[in-house]
């Protein structure tokens, strides 16, 4: 079936330095992919998005690009802020009744 | 456009007691998911529908879990009984008919604590 792995957190980084959050996904088809953000006591929600292979989301300073040949979709942000430290998944939504699959989670930790 | 709203929003009960949860999805939308969030287990999807019709019921846990949808305007998910092992943020979301490119659009939750 389809999978996410992301990297276990939690990361902490200190204000205005660069961010990478790996994600790989094994998938049937062609799925289209997900990043999305959890604030502490809120629902999850989306941060950007990729649906074809080469696509570049960005949303906020960050991006994330679709590598269909390392079945890949890291994310980035060049300088984090202490507003930024939150849970960040991936995902991906494929087949014909669009099932959707999650990651783990990764915890950012952003210190001034 | 109010979201998927969600209650209540935390729930405090004894075990062996029914809890019922509920979730009214975005006008128009026509995917419902529900799903669990532990620190041990992460983010768990229990049940989905598409137009109302359940689709994939194979994570709900057991059968003390039963999830309906009505109409399209309403979902609930009841534990019955309850037990200390489903405390947990419950997640309701929904989705659009633009395929595989839709993304979900989750609720704020339903903190339960089973005492």
């Known amino acids: 079936g389809d999978s996410v792995t992301q990297m276990e957190g939690p990361v902490t980084l200190s204000e205005e330095a660069f961010l990478t959050i790996n994600c790989t996904y094994t998938?049937?088809?062609?799925?289209?992919l997900f990043w999305y953000v959890q604030y502490p006591g809120e629902g999850l929600q989306l941060l950007l998005k990729a649906t074809k292979a080469d696509d570049k989301g960005s949303n906020k300073g960050f991006e994330a690009t679709y590598r269909k040949e390392t079945t890949s979709f890291h994310l980035e942000k060049g300088s984090v802020q202490v507003s930024d430290s939150a849970v960040y998944f991936c995902a991906l939504r494929s087949g014909g009744y669009q099932k959707v699959t999650f990651g783990i989670g990764t915890k950012l930790q952003v210190i001034p | 456009d109010a979201g998927v709203i969600q209650s209540p929003r935390h729930e405090v009960t004894e075990m062996g007691q029914e809890v019922t949860l509920r979730c009214k999805p975005i006008?128009?939308?026509?995917?419902l998911f529900w799903y669990r969030q532990t620190m041990m287990r992460g983010l768990e999807l229990l049940i989905y529908?598409?137009?109302?019709?359940?689709?994939?019921d194979s994570g709900m846990p057991e059968d003390r879990f039963s999830a309906k949808m009505p109409n399209a305007s309403f979902s609930t998910l009841k534990i019955q009984p309850s037990e200390p092992r489903d405390s947990a943020v419950y997640f309701c979301?929904?989705?659009?008919?633009?395929?595989?490119?839709?993304?979900?659009?989750f609720g704020n939750g339903t903190r339960l604590t089973v005492t």
């Open positions: 979301a929904s989705s659009d008919i633009d395929g595989n490119n839709s993304p979900l659009h």
């Open positions: 006008s128009g939308h026509d995917y």
């Open positions: 529908f598409n137009n109302n019709v359940p689709i994939d």
């Open positions: 998938a049937t088809g062609y799925p289209s």
